[in-house]
C-alpha cells in the first residue's frame, strides 16, 4: 500500500492545498496535519497560474515575490517527509517549471523528497509523453483532473496512464469559483466511478465544513485551497493558527461521513 | 540544415506538433472543446462555401488584395537590394490582424458560439476582434493589461465604440501575457458558449495552424504579385516577429521556394543584454499558453517579463512554427533594438510618406542592415503589417515632443 492508498482506504479523506513559499510552509503545512488533513496538496508557485482564481494568483505571486526557487520546494517537500513520514505530500502545479530540466530531473527530485504524486494542470493526456513515462517510471503517481466536460468519450483518455487518485473539477472554471450545484456533482461522480476504482478526490469551489460534509457522502476526498489560501494571505506569519481551526473544522465534516 | 524535409508546408503533425514544438497543453476543462475547434476547422477547410465567404469578406470588407510596392527612395537610400513593401496597413483597421479575425469568427459561429474573447497588447487585434464582433452582431469582451489600457487610450476608445467591453487586467504585470491569462481563466468558466479569437499564430492546436492559414493570403498575394511584377520570387522575405502571425503570414506560401530567403525580426527592446522580446534570441524552449515554444525565462521556468517599445511584440514567447523553422534552418532569425525601430519609423515618413506601426519598424530596421548587402538587382519584399497612427504618441513621447 502507498502512503496515498492508505490514507483513502480509512474513508472519505480531507486534502488540503496551501501554495509552497507563501508565509512560514514548513509551519502551515504542520498546521493542516495536526488540523486532521489526509492529504497534503503542496501548490508550485508559477508567475502565470492560468488555471487559477485570484486567491491563489495572488498566492504564488507572494511566494516568488519572496525568492521561492525549485530547489525551496523540495527541501520543504524533504523537510516535510521527515517530520511527518505517514502523510502522502503531492506537488500541484503548471508544466513549464515541472519539465524545464527534463521529466526524468524532476521525477528524481520528487522521488527524493518523497512527493508521492503530481498533480499537473495544463499537461492533457494528448501531452503525457511530457510527464507522465518519467513518473510512473519513477513511482510517482500520476493524477489527472476530471472536469465537467470530460464526457464519456474522453474518460477513458483521461483514466488511462493516472494513478494516485483523481481530481474531480467540481465547476468549469478556476480556482476559488462558486461549488457547482451539489446533484450535479453527485451525478457526475457517480458516472466516474463505474469507469475507474481510483480513489475520487473532489475540488474547485469547497470552502465550508457544511459543502465538505455533503461531497464527502458520495466522493472519496474533499479538496479544499482557496479557502486555506486566503488565510495564510490574511494572517502572515500568524497563519498556522486560523489554519488548524478551520483545517479541524473540515477534518471533522468529512471523517463523520466515514 | 539537418535532416531536410522534402516539405515545409506540411506542419504540425496531427497531434499539433511541429517537430517538438506546439502541441495542446491547456487544462482538462478545456481539452473537449480544443478538439472540436480542430473538428470544426478540418469540415470548414473542406467547405467552399466557407472559404468563399471568407474571401468575400477580405475582398469587401478588408480591401484585399492589399498591394505590393516598390519603394524608391527608401530602395535609393539603402544603396542595395530593391525595397518593396506588402502594404497589409492598408487592410480596414490598419492592420493584418483582421484577416484572422475574420476566419475565426466565421468559425465561431459554425460552432454556434454567442460570445467572443480576445485578448490584447497594444490594442490591434482588440479593434480588430471588435470589429468583426460588430460586423456580425455578437458580444465582446476584450481583456487587455492595464498599463496597456493606460498607454493605448486610442485603441480602448476604438474597441468602445464597436461596442467590446474593455476589462483591464490587474494580474501580474498588467501586460500581453496577463491579458492572455485572464481570457484562458475567462474560457474555462465559459466554454459551453464562448469562442476565444487568439490574436496571433501561437496557443493549444489548432490555433497556430488555423491563425498562419488565415494570414497566408499575405504570403499567396504577395507570391502572385511579385511573379507579374517582376517575373520572379524575391530574393529575401522580411517581417517582424511578436507572436509571429503577419510573419508566418507572409513566409509560409513561400517555404518550399529554395531560393527565397526569410528573415523574421523579433524585438531587442533596451538591448539583447538588458530587457528585451527576443524569445528566439534570448530564451530556451518551455510550455506556455497552450504551446511548448521558445519562451523567456528564469532556470526555474518562471517566465520573465518582455520589453520593447512596441506593445504588439512585448510578448516573452513566440509562436511554436518559428520555433521549428528556426531550429531546421530554414528561416534566419535576428532582432532589432527600440532605437533602431524608432529610426526607422521617422525614414519610412520621411522617404516614402508612410508612417508605419512600430511593429513593421522593426522589419524595415532589419532591412536597412541587409538591404546594403545586397546587389541591385536583388529584391527584398518586406511586410508592411500596420499603420502607425496608433503609435504616434509613444513616438512623440520617445522624441521629447508634446502633443
Ligand atoms: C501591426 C502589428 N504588427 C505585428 C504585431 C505582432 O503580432 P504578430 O507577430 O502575430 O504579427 C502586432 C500585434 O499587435 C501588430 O499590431
Not at chain 2, 504577395?222 to 529575401?236: I, N, S
Given at each position: 500500500m502507498t502512503r496515498l492508498s492508505s490514507a483513502f482506504s480509512r474513508g472519505p479523506s480531507l486534502?488540503?492545498?496551501?501554495?509552497?513559499?507563501?508565509?512560514?510552509?514548513?509551519?502551515?503545512?504542520?498546521?493542516?496535519?495536526?488540523?486532521?488533513?489526509?492529504?497534503?496538496?503542496?501548490?508550485?508557485?508559477?508567475?502565470?497560474?492560468?488555471?487559477?482564481?485570484?486567491?491563489?494568483?495572488?498566492?504564488?505571486?507572494?511566494?516568488?515575490?519572496?525568492?521561492?526557487t525549485t530547489a525551496d520546494i523540495f527541501s520543504m517537500a524533504a523537510a516535510f517527509r521527515a517530520r511527518h513520514p505517514q502523510v502522502p505530500l503531492v506537488l500541484m502545479g503548471y508544466a513549464n517549471p515541472m519539465t524545464i530540466r527534463g521529466a526524468d530531473w524532476f521525477a528524481a527530485q520528487c522521488v527524493k523528497a518523497g512527493v508521492d504524486g503530481v498533480i499537473c494542470v495544463d499537461i492533457p493526456p494528448e501531452e503525457d509523453p511530457e510527464l507522465g513515462p518519467a513518473l510512473r517510471g519513477a513511482g510517482v503517481a500520476l493524477i489527472r483532473l476530471a472536469t465537467p466536460t470530460t464526457d464519456a468519450a474522453r474518460l477513458p483518455a483521461v483514466l488511462d496512464g493516472s494513478s494516485g487518485f483523481?481530481?474531480?473539477?467540481?465547476?468549469?472554471?478556476?480556482?476559488?469559483?462558486?461549488?457547482?450545484?451539489?446533484?450535479?456533482?453527485?451525478?457526475?461522480?457517480?458516472?466516474i466511478k463505474q469507469s475507474t476504482d481510483l480513489p475520487i478526490a473532489v475540488g474547485?469551489?469547497?470552502?465550508?465544513?457544511?459543502?465538505?460534509?455533503?461531497?464527502?457522502?458520495?466522493?472519496?476526498?474533499?479538496?479544499?485551497?482557496?479557502a486555506l489560501v486566503e488565510l495564510v494571505g490574511e494572517h502572515g506569519k500568524a497563519a498556522p493558527g486560523p489554519l488548524r481551526d478551520l483545517t479541524k473544522a473540515l477534518a471533522d465534516a468529512v471523517h463523520g461521513a466515514r | 540544415m539537418n535532416d531536410i524535409p522534402n516539405t515545409f508546408r506540411n506542419q504540425p503533425d496531427e497531434r499539433g506538433h511541429f517537430g517538438q514544438f506546439g502541441g495542446r497543453y491547456v487544462a482538462e476543462t478545456l481539452m473537449p472543446l480544443v478538439l472540436e475547434l480542430e473538428k470544426e476547422y478540418r469540415r470548414a477547410k473542406a467547405d467552399p462555401a466557407f472559404q468563399a465567404e471568407f474571401d468575400d469578406l477580405l475582398e469587401h470588407y478588408v480591401g484585399r488584395p492589399s498591394p505590393l510596392y516598390f519603394a524608391p527612395r527608401l530602395t535609393a537610400e539603402f544603396g542595395g537590394a530593391q525595397v518593396w513593401f506588402k502594404r497589409d496597413e492598408l487592410n480596414h483597421t490598419?492592420?493584418?490582424?483582421?484577416?484572422?479575425?475574420?476566419?475565426?469568427?466565421?468559425?465561431?459561429?459554425r460552432m454556434g458560439k454567442t460570445r467572443i474573447i480576445a485578448e490584447t497588447g497594444a490594442g490591434q487585434h482588440g479593434v480588430a476582434t471588435a470589429t468583426v464582433c460588430a460586423r456580425f452582431g455578437l458580444p465582446c469582451v476584450i481583456y487587455m493589461g492595464a498599463t496597456d489600457v493606460a498607454r493605448q487610450q486610442p485603441n480602448v476608445f476604438r474597441m468602445k465604440l464597436l461596442g467590446a467591453e474593455v476589462i483591464p487586467v490587474t494580474s501580474g504585470a498588467k501586460t500581453l501575457k496577463d491579458a492572455m491569462n485572464e481570457a484562458l481563466r475567462d474560457w474555462v468558466a465559459n466554454v459551453h458558449d464562448t469562442f476565444y479569437i487568439i490574436g496571433t499564430a501561437a496557443g493549444p492546436h489548432p490555433y497556430p495552424e488555423l491563425v498562419r492559414d488565415f494570414q497566408s493570403v499575405i504570403g499567396k498575394e504577395?507570391?502572385?504579385?511579385?511573379?507579374?511584377?517582376?517575373?520572379?520570387?524575391?530574393?529575401?522575405l522580411v517581417a517582424a516577429i511578436g507572436g509571429g502571425s503577419n510573419a508566418i503570414g507572409l513566409f509560409h506560401p513561400f517555404l518550399d521556394d529554395p531560393d527565397v530567403r526569410m528573415l523574421g525580426v523579433e524585438a531587442a527592446g533596451h538591448g539583447l543584454d538588458k530587457q528585451h522580446a527576443a524569445s528566439l534570441a534570448g530564451g530556451r524552449p518551455g510550455i506556455l499558453h497552450g504551446n511548448k515554444t521558445y519562451l523567456l525565462q528564469d532556470e526555474d521556468g518562471?517566465?520573465?517579463?518582455?520589453?520593447?517599445?512596441?506593445?504588439?511584440?512585448?510578448?516573452?514567447?513566440?509562436?511554436?512554427?518559428?520555433?521549428?523553422?528556426?531550429?531546421?534552418?530554414?528561416?534566419?532569425?535576428?532582432?532589432?533594438?527600440d532605437d533602431e525601430a524608432l529610426s526607422a519609423f521617422q525614414l519610412l515618413?520621411?522617404?516614402?510618406?508612410?508612417?508605419?506601426?512600430?511593429?513593421?519598424?522593426?522589419?524595415?530596421?532589419?532591412?536597412?542592415?541587409?538591404?546594403?548587402?545586397?546587389?541591385?538587382?536583388?529584391?527584398i519584399c518586406a511586410n508592411l503589417c500596420g499603420r502607425g497612427d496608433k503609435d504616434i504618441f509613444t513616438v512623440a513621447e520617445h522624441l521629447g515632443v508634446a502633443i
Open positions: 486534502v488540503c492545498f496551501i501554495t509552497a513559499g507563501d508565509g512560514d510552509t514548513a509551519a502551515n503545512l504542520g498546521a493542516l496535519v495536526e488540523g486532521g488533513a489526509d492529504v497534503i496538496e503542496l501548490g508550485m508557485p508559477f508567475t502565470d497560474p492560468m488555471a487559477d482564481g485570484p486567491a491563489i494568483q495572488k498566492a504564488n505571486l507572494r511566494s516568488l515575490g519572496a525568492g521561492t483523481l481530481y474531480y473539477v467540481s465547476v468549469a472554471g478556476i480556482t476559488g469559483m462558486q461549488q457547482a450545484a451539489i446533484g450535479t456533482i453527485d451525478a457526475n461522480v457517480s458516472r474547485f469551489g469547497v470552502r465550508t465544513p457544511e459543502q465538505a460534509a455533503e461531497i464527502a457522502k458520495l466522493a472519496d476526498g474533499v479538496v479544499v485551497g482557496s | 490598419g492592420a493584418h490582424k483582421i484577416n484572422n479575425c475574420i476566419g475565426q469568427i466565421l468559425l465561431a459561429i504577395a507570391r502572385a504579385q511579385m511573379l507579374e511584377r517582376t517575373g520572379r520570387l524575391p530574393d529575401l518562471q517566465i520573465a517579463e518582455a520589453h520593447s517599445i512596441s506593445a504588439g511584440l512585448d510578448y516573452p514567447g513566440i509562436g511554436p512554427e518559428h520555433s521549428w523553422l528556426k531550429e531546421i534552418g530554414r528561416v534566419e532569425y535576428t532582432s532589432v533594438t515618413c520621411r522617404t516614402e510618406g508612410i508612417i508605419p506601426a512600430l511593429e513593421p519598424s522593426h522589419a524595415i530596421a532589419a532591412v536597412a542592415k541587409v538591404a546594403p548587402t545586397m546587389p541591385k538587382d536583388s529584391i
